[in-house]
């Protein structure tokens, strides 16, 4: 029994028989080599769908981070406007009533300026509907020229309306403009690039605007994005 073998043939029609003896030791020695390696593939694509599960989840909870880190420096970048729109409201109102308190009678009366909603100026407003990217301002002179990029989202329809432009003060007082409509209408099934220029209103100089107010409104007049765009970070270099 310690000389068995086993005799393995290999036959082809165009060749002799080849036989080889191998003794039941390496026979047995190959099928457990065999076994191990099918156990280490079974092994290496559990670690592997593991690991990939695990990355699949930290990916998803590092955008979630990303999304609300930028919803984040969203509000951070609204209370800080909000802030200075108050500062520039504060020293004006202190010296209207201190000229009030020392010499009533010289002060030539004001007009009433109506009162500033801080959250109607900063209020954001997106249906889905659009996109709109690459928003730039650029002021030469008493000219002001805008360039934005509006995308439709669904693309399998057409989607038409006109955009609207408003000049904001640093005193949150808010100031229509003289635009092209034409420039400012579309009717788009992907995205469009918006040019468009106009003048200052009179008396109104760049250091006292603090921002743009884009709104894009459909076909029916209802609004479906706006935002507010502070001069500082919207002009083109």
């Not at 029916?220 to 765009?229: A, E, L, P, R, V």
């Amino acid at each position: 029994m310690n000389h068995l073998k086993y005799s393995v043939l290999f036959m082809r029609d165009d060749t002799d028989v080849r036989r080889f003896r191998i003794s039941p030791m390496w026979l047995k020695a190959f099928l457990y080599f065999q076994g191990f390696l099918l156990l280490l593939s079974i092994v290496g694509i559990s670690v592997g769908v593991t690991f990939w599960s695990s990355n699949a989840g930290l990916r998803a909870e590092r955008k979630a981070l990303e999304l609300r880190l930028s919803e984040a420096e969203v509000k951070l970048e609204r209370l800080s406007n909000m802030e200075k729109i108050m500062e520039a409201n504060g020293p004006k109102d202190q010296a209207s009533s201190g000229k009030a308190g020392s010499a009533p009678a010289e002060v030539p009366p004001q007009p009433k300026l109506p009162p500033v909603s801080l959250k109607t100026l900063f209020e954001r407003a997106n249906t889905g509907l659009v996109t709109v990217d690459s928003f730039q301002a650029r002021v030469s002179g008493n000219d002001m020229t805008v360039n934005f990029e509006l995308t439709n989202v669904q693309s399998a329809s057409t989607l038409s309306g006109a955009a609207e432009l408003t000049l904001i003060r640093n005193d949150g007082q808010v100031l229509d403009v003289e635009a092209n409509k034409a420039d400012l209408s579309f009717q788009i099934q992907r995205f469009k690039h918006f040019r468009t220029s106009f003048n200052l209103p009179k008396g109104l100089d760049r250091r006292d605007v603090f921002g743009l107010r884009l709104e894009i409104k459909g076909s029916d007049g209802k609004t479906i994005f706006s935002d507010t765009y502070p001069l500082r970070d919207s002009l083109a270099s």
